[in-house]
């Protein structure tokens, strides 16, 4: 599988990346499967995040690693960390907390369960309001320091945000995570829709795309299957007919599957993204990797950006 310099550095990862945030409903055997399923599919990138099953996702990670046939030298390891879920509160997400103690308590926590000595990227997970710059960039300072991470990023920010960190941490910011699919167009919306009045002209993101461009940062595309925040996946879904019937067109004269083309879909973004596959059937996987062979036209692309219920001014 092709692999995307990582904030332009030398630091690469595959196209398609493992999320583990649903391994936490697996039995370790069942995780061995999928963790050694995406090494052979050329899969050599895993993202977490601390709070994926309230850690237990991690935990079956490390376990499954363990005792697969491999070791952590066969992926980059990233996780998140930032989001503050309270055990006393039934693990509601209470607040985001950025602070200098919850950053390093999470790194830790991170590296125990997943088994591992260090990460090769850890990332704030969503934009905390009462971010002080100087705090985080004393946190990724130790981190780095102490060899527990090696590189860092973001997730869920604007270029607002991005900059005013960047202006703080001594560290490039080289990763930034977002939601993006055939079923959530947001940062393309607004870059079609430019100097519109329509709903699609509301620039949500802030032209994050760009910048990430501008600035060489990668851009990993979160729950690439899913409509919705997280609500259930749209591939074979009754009710998106005439996306799956778009997916399944192309699908057909590639000799892939649907979800191969909502993969290729996002990565013929030219911002360069890598996608992050969650499913936990290593079948599904398979069929999803094989989206980074195919390279569709412009007007297969547009062709698909219109059959998910968009329109072009
Ligand atoms: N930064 C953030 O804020 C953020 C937020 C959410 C997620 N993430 C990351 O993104 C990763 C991916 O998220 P996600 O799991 O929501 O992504 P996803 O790949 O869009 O969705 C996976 C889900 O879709 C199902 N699915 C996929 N293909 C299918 C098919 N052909 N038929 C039926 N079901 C299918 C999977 O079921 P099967 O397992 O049965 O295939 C699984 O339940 C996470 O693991 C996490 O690492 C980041």
Known sequence: ????????????????????????????DEAVKVLETAQKLGINFIDS???YGNGKAEEVFGQALKKSSLTADDFYIQSKGGIYNNP???????????SKKHLLESVDGILQRMGVDHLDSFLLHRPDALMDPAEVAAAFDDLQSSGKVRHFGVSNMNPGQVALLQSAVSQKLLINQLQF??????????????????????????GILEYSQLHDMTIQAWSPFQYGQIEGTFINNPDFPDVNAALQK???????????????????HPAKFQVIAGTMNP??????????????????????????????P
Do not use: C
């Open 1 to 28: 599988m092709k692999e995307v310099k990582i904030g332009g550095t030398g630091f690469t990862g595959s196209e398609i990346i493992l999320g583990i945030m649903r391994m936490d409903s697996l039995s370790v």
């Open 181 to 206: 699919s055939v079923m959530h167009t947001g940062p393309v919306d607004f870059d079609i829709h430019t100097n519109m009045t329509d709903a699609r002209s509301l620039n949500h993101d802030g």
């Open 250 to 268: 192309l699908a057909d004269k590639y000799g892939v599957s649907k979800n191969a083309i909502g993969a290729a879909w996002i990565l013929r």
């Open 49 to 51: 995040a601390d709070i």
């Open 283 to 312: 079948e599904h996987l398979k069929d999803t990797v094989a989206g980074a062979d195919v390279h569709l036209t412009n007007q297969e692309w547009y062709d698909v950006y219109l059959a998910s219920g968009n329109d072009l």
């Open 88 to 98: 006393d509160r039934g693990y509601k997400t209470t607040r985001y907390d950025f």
